[in-house]
């Protein structure tokens, strides 16, 4: 059957996760200007990491990006060459390319179908074969996925019994929650991201978290160049440009202080898509695990396409009609022809979200008008399919 065609195009595109001003950035940039520090050093920079610190508890340090501070995390850990470390394998490939820029080869792992994150069962299965081989991995990554805290307890667990450390890559879920507890802070180093998708966002950035002081220090070291004290250009470690603008930080620094408001934003918008489907049959928002707080980055939801009439590809090419952007739920890393080869553990949740979930437009700015917009499409998909059913 060919899709059919929606009965509205609305007049702009609507997309799934733009940047979102809150007015109290312009300031912070403005300061910057004016005082000219407009490079890597400066009081924004100062200001949003002691307001990190504040927030979560543990010192940390701004970066160019969430995937530079995932290189810097895991080298932290002491990955190097050769070494394994484990990535679920449901995530974005920016979880698993700082492991290569290592020289180390990412093991994936398959998620559980309640929280969509790395199975904690197929960990232990996984940690306790390696550890009677003698060849546990040096790391593991876990990803709160699409602002969903993985089953952190299990986890940890485990990689506290063998002595693997863990690297949270919490780019999607910065003010998720794990039973009561912020997440990015609960393993050895936690991750962030301000990339313009993100639920804030510095234009592009990222920041290293660790309970660790000494290992911030050396994150902070490494990413201005590991410039050795004194004047004479002193080097005794590889460094990188990866430390945040003053300006961007400006950015960042306004933003945080909306955060709260863009996560109630971001659930409102899931509640709403979840509540005007109810009756919808088919299409189901992704599990809110209950022992935590879901930010509901964005908004997915899994099709039962017999059920629903369309399946996933149709339903996205039939919104894309419609002027909204929907994605498929991350295609899964073990699939990707850059990681063929690597060794995957389980994989068919993974593969069967990435065919059945959908990502429906979630930016904070969506106004109720869109969003209603967005949901009388869906519905209207589901009810012309029943037609030429
Ligand atoms: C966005 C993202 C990253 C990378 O962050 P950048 O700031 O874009 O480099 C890493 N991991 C996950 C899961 C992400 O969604």
Same mark, same amino acid.
């Given at each position: 059957m060919p899709v059919p065609e929606p009965s509205e195009r609305f007049p702009k595109y609507l997309y799934m996760s733009v940047p979102h001003m809150s007015g109290r950035e312009m300031p912070y940039v403005q300061e910057a200007f004016e005082s000219n520090?407009?490079?890597?050093?400066g009081p924004n920079l100062q200001a949003l990491e002691a307001a990190f610190q504040d927030r979560f508890g543990a010192p940390c340090v701004a970066l160019s990006s969430g995937t530079a501070a995932i290189h810097l995390g895991l080298r932290l850990l002491?990955?190097?060459?050769?070494d394994e470390v484990v990535v679920p394998t449901?995530?974005?490939?920016a979880s698993a390319n700082p492991v290569l820029y290592l020289g180390g080869t990412p093991v994936f792992i398959d998620s559980e179908p309640?929280?969509?994150?790395?199975d904690p069962n197929l960990l232990k299965d996984f940690l306790s074969k390696r550890a009677s081989q003698g060849r546990l991995p040096k790391a593991v990554v876990v990803v709160h996925l699409l602002g969903q805290s993985a089953d952190l307890d299990p986890i940890l667990e485990v990689c506290n019994q063998y002595e693997v450390p863990v690297l949270e890559d919490a780019a999607e879920a910065l003010g998720t929650l794990y039973k009561d507890k912020a997440v990015?802070?609960?393993?050895d180093v936690g991750v962030f991201s301000f990339n313009g998708?993100?639920?804030?966002?510095?234009?592009g950035g990222g920041l290293l978290i660790s309970k660790n002081a000494a290992w911030v220090e050396k994150a902070r070291f490494w990413s201005q160049q590991a410039r050795d004290p004194?004047?004479?250009? +002193?080097?005794?470690e590889m460094g990188y440009n990866y430390r945040m603008s003053n300006v961007l930080a400006g950015i960042a620094r306004g933003q945080l202080e909306v955060l709260d408001e863009r996560i109630e934003q971001r659930r409102a918008i899931a509640f709403r898509y979840r509540d005007a489907f109810e009756?919808?049959?088919g299409i189901a928002l992704m599990p809110q695990a209950s022992y935590g707080f879901h930010i509901n980055w964005l908004s997915s939801f899994t099709l039962e396409p017999d059920v629903f009439g369309m399946n996933q590809r149709e339903l996205i090419d039939f919104l894309k009609q419609a002027n909204v952007e929907t994605r498929p739920v991350w295609k899964p890393l073990h699939t990707q022809k850059l990681f063929q080869g690597n060794e995957c553990v389980g994989g068919a949740v993974a593969e069967d979200l990435n065919k059945r979930g959908i990502c429906l437009p979630?930016?904070?700015? +969506?106004?109720p008008e869109e969003q209603l917009f967005i949901i009388e499409r869906v519905i209207e998909a589901h009810e012309l399919s029943q037609v030429h059913a």
């Open positions: 520090w407009l490079s890597s050093v002491g990955v190097g060459p050769g449901l995530t974005f490939a309640q929280s969509w994150n790395l990015g802070v609960l393993g998708n993100k639920i804030i966002t510095s234009t004194g004047i004479n250009y +002193l080097h005794s009756h919808i049959p979630s930016s904070t700015s +969506l106004s």
